[in-house]
Each structure stands twice: as structure tokens, then as C-alpha cells.
Nanobody, 124 residues
Framework: QLKLVESGGGLVQPGGSLRLSCTAS???????IAWHRQAPGREREGVSC??????GAKYVDSVKGRFTISRDGATVFLQMNNLKPDDTAIYYC????????????????????WGQGIQVIVSS
């Protein structure tokens, strides 16, 4: 059974950077992987997605120009620059059939594989 393992979270000051990693346990390097986040008291939202096909990456408007998703083998990265306090959340990666699901996957999480979640705190 596929497992996704996240790493790279932590505490950072506003304007700082972090890089999150999501690694597939089976070593397969061509999954469609999305990043999501859930802030306290808010619903989980899709942040970004990278497709197994050459469809380009997707980003929610609030992170465009600041976050970059990329892949190296079985690991998908989320480079987060110019972080803001509103980026504070638990970040999750998921394996999806296509990036068409990245904005809605959190509404039916039982159908997808998720990582364990990793905390990102942006605070001075």
C-alpha cells in the first residue's frame, strides 16, 4: 500500500522560506501529487498540484508567485518563499488520479492517499 511521507516543516519568520518534501514509499516517480493545507478553524484547501503527465503545475491564487511545486524522482517538493502568517497551517500531500481533483479532494478524503501532515508556522 502506498504511503506518503512529508518532511521540512517548521517555524519561520514572515518573508522567510521553507521547502516541504513528499516521498512515495514505493519509489514510483510519476504519481500525480498535490499539496493541501488546513489552518486552525478552517477547511482543508488545495494549494498546488503536479501532474504525472505534462499538464503543468496548478496553484491556488493565494500562493501564485510565491510557491513552486517540483519533482525529483519519487519526491515532490513545495518550495515556499515570502511566507506570510496566513500560510500557517498543517500541510498534507496526497496522491490523486489527476490534478483536476486537487481543489476538491479534501471533501472526500477517504478516496485518496494522504501523508501524515506537517506543521508550518509563520510568525515573528
Amino acid at each position: 500500500q502506498l504511503k506518503l511521507v512529508e518532511s521540512g516543516g517548521g517555524l519561520v519568520q514572515p518573508g522567510g522560506s521553507l521547502r516541504l518534501s513528499c516521498t512515495a514509499s514505493d519509489g514510483f516517480n510519476d504519481y500525480t501529487i498535490a499539496w493541501h493545507r488546513q489552518a486552525p478553524g478552517r477547511e482543508r484547501e488545495g494549494v498546488s498540484c503536479i501532474s504525472s503527465s505534462d499538464e503543468g503545475a496548478k496553484y491556488v491564487d493565494s500562493v501564485k508567485g510565491r510557491f513552486t511545486i517540483s519533482r525529483d524522482g519519487a519526491t515532490v517538493f513545495l518550495q515556499m518563499n515570502n511566507l506570510k502568517p496566513d500560510d500557517t497551517a498543517i500541510y498534507y500531500c496526497s496522491e490523486l488520479p489527476t490534478c483536476n481533483y486537487y481543489e476538491t479532494a479534501a471533501r472526500a478524503p477517504e478516496f485518496f492517499t494522504w501523508g501524515q501532515g506537517i506543521q508550518v508556522i509563520v510568525s515573528s
